[in-house]
C-alpha cells in the first residue's frame, strides 16, 4: 500500500498549462503502475492517462492525448501529469491512483483496479 498526495492544481486560463505532482509514500514504487483521472461536477471519475511501473509504458484517453504527457521520477516516489492547451472541459478534481504490478512495463487503464488513490487537487480552467 502506498499512500499519494497530488499537488500543482489551481486556476488556468484556456490554452495554459499546469504540471500535477503525486507524491508516493512506502516501498518499492518502482513496482506500482500509477494512473491519473478526473472527476468533473455531477460525472463519473474517468481514465485521464497512465504509466508502467518502470515508466517505459504510458497510456492515454483520446480526448487528452497530445495535449497531455505522464512521466515519473522513481527516485523521487512521484508521477507528473504535464497538462498543455487546456480547455474548459479539462476542469475537474484530478486523481492519481496505484497499484501494484508483476511486470514493470504494464499499464493500468481501469479505474477499479487501482488500490490507493489520494485526495485530489483541483484544475479550474477559464475560457
Known amino acids: 500500500q502506498v499512500q499519494l498526495v497530488e499537488s500543482g492544481g489551481g486556476l488556468v486560463q484556456a490554452g495554459g498549462s499546469l504540471k500535477l505532482s503525486c507524491v508516493a509514500s512506502?516501498?518499492?514504487?518502482?513496482?506500482?503502475?500509477m494512473g491519473w483521472f478526473r472527476q468533473a461536477p455531477g460525472q463519473e471519475r474517468k481514465f485521464v492517462a497512465a504509466?508502467?511501473?518502470?515508466?517505459?509504458?504510458?497510456d492515454y484517453a483520446h480526448s487528452v492525448k497530445d495535449r497531455f504527457t505522464v512521466s515519473r521520477d522513481n527516485a523521487k516516489n512521484t508521477v507528473y501529469l504535464e497538462m498543455n492547451s487546456l480547455k474548459p472541459e479539462d476542469t475537474a478534481v484530478y486523481y492519481c491512483?496505484?497499484?501494484?504490478?508483476?511486470?514493470?512495463?504494464?499499464?493500468?487503464?481501469?479505474?477499479?483496479?487501482?488500490?490507493?488513490w489520494g485526495q485530489g487537487t483541483q484544475v479550474t480552467v477559464s475560457s
Open positions: 512506502g516501498r518499492a514504487f518502482s513496482n506500482y503502475a
Open positions: 491512483a496505484g497499484v501494484p504490478t508483476i511486470r514493470p512495463t504494464t499499464v493500468v487503464v481501469t479505474t477499479r483496479m487501482y488500490e490507493d
Open positions: 504509466i508502467s511501473g518502470s515508466g517505459s509504458s504510458t
